[in-house]
């Protein structure tokens, strides 16, 4: 499974977008982007998914870039309740549950 | 609709001691799958389940056993605790069938081993 390299650590204004970003450089094709998120004392909870095309749904935007090789996670009116470590992970298909969690982004949202 | 409950939310141990972990979905899931997290270590795959009946092992399996003897329980047993056991235990669940099938997880067992 191909890696993935996030930033640490990110804030953002309440009633902001909140930009995640994610580097992937070493995917393959028939890999897709997954993001999910953990707020403390949770269990994660998935977001979004996506193979190259831009995905959208209630909670958040996916834009791939066209060579694959980064993504952004937005939630376009970011609130306190979006304060969480937020998982870019990259795998095949959405077997077995292997997935690679990784460090994540800790994003805190200011009121 | 509970989604995943996990039992204990948490238990102290000491060294030597066993235990078990209790996994319950509602969901009729086919797949279930263990996690421990430590801090720093994001979510490391200890065991999973692909129905009843049938267990493999994940990224860390030593140290723990696992049963599916029915579809909705996924048990995960310390036979010997260890203080590296030390962890945030997590369950998780999907479906199999067309389409993509996110993890549902449980909100977790904290476990200390002295």
């Known amino acids: 499974d191909a890696k993935t390299t996030q930033p640490t650590s990110m804030d953002c204004a309440e009633g902001r977008a909140a930009n995640l970003p994610c580097n992937h450089s070493?995917?393959?094709?028939?890999?897709?982007v997954y993001w999910y998120r953990q707020i403390h004392s949770q269990g994660p909870q998935y977001i979004i998914h996506?193979?190259?095309n831009n995905e959208t749904n209630e909670m958040a935007s996916l834009i791939i870039t066209e060579d694959r090789k980064s993504s952004t996670l937005i939630l376009p009116h970011a609130t306190l309740r979006d304060t969480a470590v937020y998982y870019c992970?990259?795998?095949?298909?959405?077997?077995?549950?292997?997935?690679?969690f990784g460090r994540g982004t800790q994003l805190t949202v200011w009121p | 609709n509970a989604g995943v409950t996990q039992t204990p939310k948490f238990r102290v141990l000491k060294t030597g001691q066993s235990m078990t972990l209790l996994c319950a979905q509602d969901m009729n899931h086919e797949y279930m799958y263990w996690y421990r997290q430590d801090p720093g270590m994001g979510l490391r795959l200890i065991h999973y389940s692909v129905g009843e009946g049938t267990t493999a092992k994940g990224e860390v399996p030593d140290g723990y056993n696992v049963s599916r003897l029915k579809k909705q329980n996924f048990l995960l047993g310390l036979e010997s605790a260890a203080p590296s056991q030390t962890s945030v235990y997590f369950c998780?669940?999907?479906?199999?069938?067309?389409?993509?099938?996110?993890?549902?997880f449980g909100n977790g067992t904290r476990l200390t081993v002295t």
């Open positions: 070493t995917i393959s094709g028939n890999e897709y």
């Open positions: 996506g193979l190259k």
């Open positions: 998780a669940s999907s479906y199999v069938g067309r389409g993509f099938s996110p993890l549902h």
């Open positions: 992970i990259v795998r095949v298909g959405s077997t077995l549950g292997r997935l690679y």
